[in-house]
């Protein structure tokens, strides 16, 4: 179906990253707040905030074009 191509994008699109990014991803989903990913990698929740935003964008230019448009984010697209 059109949701798992999309789902199979989405976990390539993931998989292509640095390490050290997947790394904050999973403990991000894990402790679910920028400040305890902050406690355990010794860094401030800002620090952690910007990475998560670098993150983002790298999923989205792995994942291509249709990114916003398979995933309704195009709304707030606009606001890097």
């Known amino acids: 179906s059109n949701d798992d191509e999309k789902m ?3 976990k390539t ?7 050290e990014y997947k ?8 402790a679910g707040s920028q400040r305890e990913v902050g406690k355990i990698l010794g860094v ?3 620090t952690i905030c910007n ?8 999923i989205k230019d792995n994942y291509g074009d249709s990114f ?3 995933f309704n984010t195009g709304v707030r697209s606009g606001s890097n």
């Open 8 to 10: 199979t994008r989405l």
């Open 13 to 19: 699109a993931v998989w292509q990253l640095p390490e």
């Open 23 to 30: 790394r904050v991803l999973i403990l991000y989903a894990e």
């Open 44 to 46: 401030s929740p800002s």
């Open 51 to 58: 990475l998560l935003k670098v993150i983002k964008q790298l």
């Open 68 to 70: 916003d448009t398979d």
